[in-house]
């Protein structure tokens, strides 16, 4: 378990306590260590495995050391769950709202009872929430103009934490020797600035051992559903995950239609069909005859395609691209020099560009 992941856990447990009003130091304590942990380059979880002493980091006292142990080893926290059943989870939703931290969810929840965003969004249009004592009229504005916004990001994930977790999971079932390959596919696949849900494919001959290895992740919280080759899971931090376990010679061909996107994919089958081929998760097909599938550059190369880049499958020009051989080139992490930053006259800028 990467470190932003167990900080995380410590962050959301001091907004809780914040939300009930807790003790202002340990409310302290616990973002101080979210930071300690965030900051530091070793991996805990490995450290915590070797049996280091993690209260020679700064911060972090017997109390807290052996919170993160329980993190790393099973990737829940008691302490966090005991709260999270006191707290609604439309309550701990109204955190996602530009503008709005603990302290005036807290007014939300224990003055006026609120516990979802709906019920948020109509006491700001009656006029409620700048009758609240430290707010006014341009606040409750403010949370008239984001809060839709909010609510449109509770089912979505930032990039940075799917990509942690689809990483951390694909690693541990490539330790499974039965395991031939596994690789994420979906929008984290495709770097897409968030998630609705995360997908990983894997090749095993028994779908059994990767499935169990999965639902035994510390990870995932629940198993939603499990069928021959399918199971989706709940992740600690909300977000479902499907593995699916494919056959080798379909591997590519599932690699490509799971990466998506929906729009890149009903552009590529048409191409398909009017090549008197059929494209979809198990292979290229002439009729009934099996043509590719085991590669995704197989799959293109079918179409008379070069292999397309997961970043650029969003049918934007990525296929006119394709068919000029210009596909452009990716920019890689080597490539990042430096970050220019400013402000111009458009916003509190003092000049133009």
């Not at 003790?23 to 049996?51: E, H, K, M, Q, V």
């Not at 977790?165 to 929008?187: F, H, K, M, Y």
């Not at 095993?204 to 021959?228: F, I, K, N, T």
């Not at 992490?333 to 000049?351: E, F, K, N, Y």
């Amino acid at each position: 378990m990467k470190n932003d992941l167990i900080a995380g856990h410590f962050e959301l447990l001091a907004d809780l306590l914040e939300i009930q009003n807790a003790n202002p130091f340990r409310i302290r304590a616990y973002r101080n260590a979210a930071r300690t942990i965030s900051s530091t380059s070793d991996s805990l979880a490995d450290l915590a495995a070797a049996g280091g002493d993690l209260t020679q980091l700064p911060g972090i006292g017997k109390d807290l050391a052996r919170q993160i142990i329980e993190i790393a080893q099973t990737g829940k926290l008691k302490s966090l769950e005991e709260l999270q059943q006191q707290i609604p989870a439309g309550v701990v939703e109204m955190l996602r709202i530009q503008g709005v931290g603990p302290k005036k969810v807290s007014v939300f929840f224990n003055e006026l009872q609120l516990t979802s965003l709906a019920e948020l969004k109509a006491a700001c249009e009656a006029g409620r929430i700048s009758q609240l004592k430290g707010f006014g009229k341009k606040t409750e504005e403010s949370i008239l103009q984001n809060i839709d916004h909010a609510a449109a990001s509770v089912t979505r994930f930032s990039i940075a934490d799917a990509r942690a977790a689809v990483e951390a999971i694909v690693a541990d079932l490539r330790l499974l020797p039965e395991v031939i390959r596994c690789e994420g596919a979906g929008s984290c696949r495709r770097r897409r600035e968030t998630c609705g849900d995360l997908d990983v494919l894997a090749i095993c001959a028994d779908p059994g051992p990767p499935m169990d290895r999965l639902a035994a992740h510390p990870l995932v919280s629940a198993v939603l559903q499990r069928g021959d080759t399918k199971q989706r899971v709940r992740l600690v931090t909300g977000i479902e995950l499907d593995l699916r376990v494919v056959p080798e010679e379909s591997f590519g061909a599932a690699m490509q239609y799971f990466t998506g996107s929906k729009e890149h994919n009903v552009v590529l089958r048409q191409r398909a069909k009017d090549l008197g081929l059929k494209i979809n998760e198990y292979g290229v097909f002439r009729g009934d005859k099996f043509v590719a599938g085991r590669t995704e550059e197989e799959v293109y190369a079918a179409v008379g395609l070069p292999w397309i880049p997961p970043e650029l499958r969003e049918n934007r020009r990525e296929f006119e691209w394709a068919d000029n051989r210009q596909l452009p080139e990716l920019l890689l992490q080597t490539d990042i020099l430096g970050d220019l930053h400013m402000h111009t006259v458009a916003s509190d800028g003092a000049a133009t560009i």
